[in-house]
């Protein structure tokens, strides 16, 4: 964890693709992804189910051979060498791969003993994660006893007691309660502060919000890249002569309707009980309200930023339509 | 082998955790063999008759009793109407019915042939095969008797012994080898041991390994650096040595609770034995790659078990089988074993005498292990 231990520097990238691929017979899961990402980063990973989020995952684990370009975790290469990266790296996936039968001590021991720590720094390193993620008090208590979040704690403190640089985390958060999700989420940042890189893929745009950088796969592409910050201000998004707001009223859905029908609104979106709209510059909140909604008391526009939910729809939008072009011409 | 001791340490957690285990691989094999022990009991005896005695007097009430004397019947009514006769049979509650006519003891007074009707429930074969064969014994042990009065009286004889009494013409003197006293746990208990190891660790070995699979910490495995091999080692190993001591365990309650010695040398069965835990652990692997959950892996484990029983000759003689069946049984290892144990136990066999069967176990084993090597390292790319 600590930034001279491999001799790099702390801006080096940890990890980096270039054209990574994928295929499984004709499906194409990854296809030509190329990115970097630097020491201490969160990366989070984000795209709809069987986008290929996990299967980049794998790759970058040493647990699946790309079938086109290349990948180097720490500097090794992940089809030359998968066996050397697993020794540095921690996995935690979606689903709590614990010993529901053995005790919280036993499970953290196992994973001590296969990652061949000798005995007195097994001992060593199982204090400092229990300690870490406070589930000290549960040593003696079988896994499958703990709840959700405990869970969730142990299986982190499994997966980092060999002191890995690199920590993959494949929807760590999935089907937990909001609380946990939070000291989940603590407990990462705390992490990435001690210098430890780390992937993490997941649904939650609150959590996408919280990452350092983000990747967004689509139809097995990466169609975005880079910090929260940059992608919403990427002109593709918010066009040179637009503004996007919100619109809150009591009916949105036949808000949205008419929105859809109106030329001067760009776009339109349902985002829970309100609408984002991207309208033209010239357009004023009052001519919203008359337009949208104008019986209705409380109805109210908002100029607002664009959210990164904005951001992958859009992206998703355009990638689709790309697609469908690219199809006809074909 | 990286990884081996850390895979070996958690297995043992387990087992040690799981109660069921344990009582799977210890208990069940032995309430298992004390049942089959004992069930296995097809000496028949006891089949029910009834008797219709038109007849009544000494000669037909002689008959009657030496009937039931042979032990293999047991009279359980007697009538004297036709109708009632015939639904003792009908009914079931008499599986033999023996008619007497009025006329038997004047006939056989008279020096005339005598007939009686014996009527036998066909539906169980084997029982109704002991009943003509006990009838057609008795009533030609009568005959003979009989024949040799009559020829004392005509001062002629087939046959004389040394001592110069009447004899018959042939006789035959059998021994029994192995098995002097005819008991069936002889026959039934040293095969069971081969199908109980098979049960217990087929299932055992293939539960633990799908397990892993079905909650995922398989996958979680595999991003650590434990080795394929160390992996398989660890997971195996405990269970070799549950299967020994089972081994010693189901040896020791055939000697001791069912009295069958084992007359041959305990330094060829070890080895022997060793072999088929290895062949067996390899199917248990065998199905782990084959079951996506620990239902199918039982499912499996099940179908294996079955021709494992019937075809192997733990029951029936293979000798008998018509051939595609017989060709079923050559690739179970269990049918091999088997023989080896029987071999070993009953026998005093030596390896040469079992060589075909040794031959023909090392090939199921290297056969089985290297399919279910091969496929379980290819679910793991």
Redesign the interface.
């Known amino acids: 964890m600590k930034q001279n231990k491999t001799g790099q520097p702390m801006d080096e990238a940890v990890i980096q693709t270039d054209h990574l691929a994928r295929r499984f017979g004709h499906f194409i899961a990854v296809r030509d992804v190329t990115m970097s990402i630097p020491r201490g980063a969160i990366f989070g990973l984000l795209g709809p189910n069987g986008s290929g989020k996990s299967t980049l995952i794998r790759m970058l684990?040493?647990?699946l051979?790309p079938s086109g370009g290349s990948g180097r975790v720490l500097g090794v290469d992940v089809s030359a060498d998968p066996?050397a990266i697993?020794?540095r790296?921690g996995?935690m996936?979606q689903?709590?791969?614990?010993?529901?039968?053995?005790t919280v001590r036993?499970n953290l021991e196992?994973?001590a003993?296969?990652?061949?720590l000798d005995r007195q720094r097994r001992a060593q390193r199982q204090e400092a994660v229990a300690t870490w993620t406070g589930i000290s008090q549960y040593m003696d208590r079988?896994a499958a006893q703990l709840s959700g979040g405990w869970k969730q704690r142990l299986a982190l403190a499994c997966s980092l007691v060999h002191e890995p640089e690199v920590l993959?985390l494949d929807e760590p958060t999935a089907g937990i309660d909001p609380v946990a999700r939070r000291d989940l989420w603590d407990l990462l940042f705390d992490l990435s502060h001690r210098g430890v890189t780390m992937m993490v893929s997941t649904h939650y745009m609150d959590e996408a919000e919280r990452c350092t950088h983000i990747g967004y796969i689509y139809m097995s592409r990466m169609i975005a890249l880079g910090r929260p910050d940059q992608l919403k201000a990427d002109p593709a998004i918010t066009p040179e002569g637009t503004r996007r707001w919100e619109f809150v009223c009591t009916q949105p859905a036949a808000a949205l309707a008419r929105a859809r029908a109106l030329p001067v609104i760009r776009d339109a979106t349902m985002f829970g009980d309100r609408l984002h709209l991207l309208a033209d510059k010239a357009v004023s909140p009052e001519e919203l309200v008359a337009q949208l909604a104008a019986t209705d008391p409380a109805a109210a526009a908002r100029q607002i930023p664009p959210t990164l939910e904005d951001v992958f729809v859009l992206l998703s939008r355009k990638q689709s339509s790309n697609l469908q072009e690219t199809e006809k011409a074909a | 082998m990286?990884?081996f001791?850390?895979?070996l340490?958690?297995e043992f957690?387990?087992i040690r955790?799981?109660r069921t285990t344990i009582i799977f691989a210890i208990l069940v094999p032995a309430v298992q063999l004390t049942i089959f022990g004992y069930a296995a009991n097809v000496t028949i005896e006891n089949i029910p008759m009834v008797v219709m005695d038109l007849d009544g007097r000494q000669q037909s009430r002689e008959l009657i009793q030496s009937m039931g004397n042979t032990r293999t019947f047991r009279i359980v009514d007697r009538v004297v109407s036709a109708e009632a006769f015939r639904r003792a049979l009908t009914s079931g509650r008499a599986k033999v019915g023996l008619l007497i006519p009025p006329n038997y003891s004047e006939r056989l007074l008279r020096r005339e042939q005598a007939r009686i009707q014996v009527l036998v429930d066909g539906s169980d074969s084997q029982v109704a095969q002991t009943a003509v064969n006990t009838v057609g014994l008795l009533t030609a042990t009568m005959s003979i008797g009989k024949a040799q009065v009559a020829a004392e009286l005509a001062q002629f004889a087939a046959a004389r012994d040394e001592h110069g009494a009447q004899a018959m013409a042939v006789e035959s003197r059998t021994r029994l080898l192995y098995n002097p006293n005819l008991l069936d746990a002889y026959f039934f208990v040293p095969g069971l041991i081969a199908i109980v190891l098979q049960v217990v660790l087929a299932f055992l070995t293939s539960f633990s390994i799908v397990k892993e699979r079905e909650?995922?910490?398989l996958?979680?495995?595999?991003?650590?650096?434990?080795s394929p091999r160390g992996l398989l080692l660890g997971k195996l190993t405990p269970y070799v040595l549950l299967a020994t001591i089972e081994m010693v365990i189901i040896l020791a309650l055939m000697v001791g609770l069912f009295g069958v010695p084992i007359q041959g040398s305990l330094m060829l069965l070890f080895p022997l034995g060793g072999l088929f835990i290895f062949t067996v652990l390899g199917l248990g692997l065998l199905i782990s790659t084959l079951a996506r959950t620990q239902l199918q892996a039982m499912q499996i484990s099940l179908l294996f078990m079955l021709p494992s029983v019937l075809l192997s000759g733990f029951v029936f003689p293979r000798s008998e089988m018509p051939w595609p069946l017989y060709a079923v049984g050559g690739i179970l290892p269990v049918t091999y074993f088997l023989q080896i144990l029987r071999g070993i136990v009953l026998r005093s066999a030596d390896a040469m005498d079992l060589l075909p069967n040794i031959i023909g176990l090392a090939i199921c084993c290297v056969a089985i292990l290297t399919l279910s090597l091969s496929r379980f390292r290819k679910q793991l790319?």
């Open positions: 684990c040493g647990v051979r066996e697993k020794r790296i996995y996936s689903k709590f791969s614990l010993y529901s039968d053995l036993e196992f994973y003993r296969i990652y061949g079988p993959f | 990286k990884g001791w850390a895979i340490i958690k957690a387990h955790r799981d909650t995922g910490t996958e979680q495995l595999f991003v650590t650096p434990v790319d």
